[in-house]
T-cell receptor, first 117, second 113 residues
Framework: GAGVSQTPSNKVTEKGKYVELRCDPISGHTALYWYRQSLGQGPEFLIYFQGTGAADDSGLPNDRFFAVRPEGSVSTLKIQRTERGDSAVYLC???????????????FGPGTRLTVL | ELKVEQNPLFLSMQEGKNYTIYCNYSTTSDRLYWYRQDPGKSLESLFVLLSNGAVKQEGRLMASLDTKARLSTLHITAAVHDLSATYFCAVDSANFGNEKLTFGTGTRLTIIP
């Protein structure tokens, strides 16, 4: 079946612009995660959705970052007034659910490479 | 704050040799994950270790977990070129209802023919 998809695969923007990054999770997965991976580093957690609600947004670096998941499926990560330091690969992951007795494996999308000039 | 450390950060080894990558973490968690990442690609799940003493093997890779020592190892046996990639370990937050992952910095493995 289809895996997690993300669009665009690459985004180049100028400092100060607004960008939106989209994530389409695996069908039926209720949990959705956004991570950011800087060059040479491991992914860092940004925000987690269970259904439509953001259950944990503690990883968002500041108020320029915002994410939504209005219908409990597709999610959009929004970055306002982009800065050069926002340049990174933004990864989305989904899992069947979260909070069950057993673990829920996270499946990652291909990522969006954001470059802020 | 949960911290995850991997070593070595870089590993260059010849085909046919054995080596081990180490992953230490700072909090009590029984769930540890190993991922592989090829250049420019996303993360591929390799192993999920769910309890103390867990050992899993797939091909030339074997992962183990010691929750008391807060240590996981990824052992490579008789390495082949196809195993060249960056390997990440990750620990989940162990909070019921939110399994956000904290990743190590990765080990970049290069297998030399």
């Amino acid at each position: 079946g289809a895996g997690v998809s993300q669009t665009p695969s690459n985004k180049v923007t100028e400092k100060g612009k607004y960008v939106e990054l989209r994530c389409d999770p695996i069908s039926g997965h209720t949990a959705l995660y956004w991570y950011r991976q800087s060059l040479g580093q491991g992914p860092e957690f940004l925000i987690y959705f269970q259904g439509t609600g953001a259950a944990d947004d503690s990883g968002l670096p500041n108020d320029r970052f915002f994410a939504v998941r209005p219908e409990g499926s597709v999610s959009t990560l929004k970055i306002q007034r982009t800065e050069r330091g926002d340049s990174a690969v933004y990864l989305c992951a989904s899992s069947l659910t979260a909070g069950e007795a057993s673990y829920n494996e996270q499946f990652f999308g291909p990522g969006t490479r954001l470059t802020v000039l | 704050e949960l911290k995850v450390e991997q070593n070595p950060l870089f590993l260059s080894m010849q085909e046919g040799k054995n080596y081990t990558i180490y992953c230490n973490y700072s909090t009590t968690s029984d769930r540890l994950y190993w991922y592989r990442q090829d250049p420019g690609k996303s993360l591929e799940s390799l192993f999920v270790l769910l309890s103390n003493g867990a050992v899993k093997q797939e091909g030339r890779l074997m992962a183990s977990l010691d929750t008391k020592a807060r240590l996981s190892t990824l052992h490579i046996t008789a390495a082949v070129h196809d195993l060249s990639a960056t390997y990440f370990c990750a620990v989940d937050s162990a909070n019921f209802g939110n399994e956000k992952l904290t990743f190590g910095t990765g080990t970049r493995l290069t297998i030399i023919p």
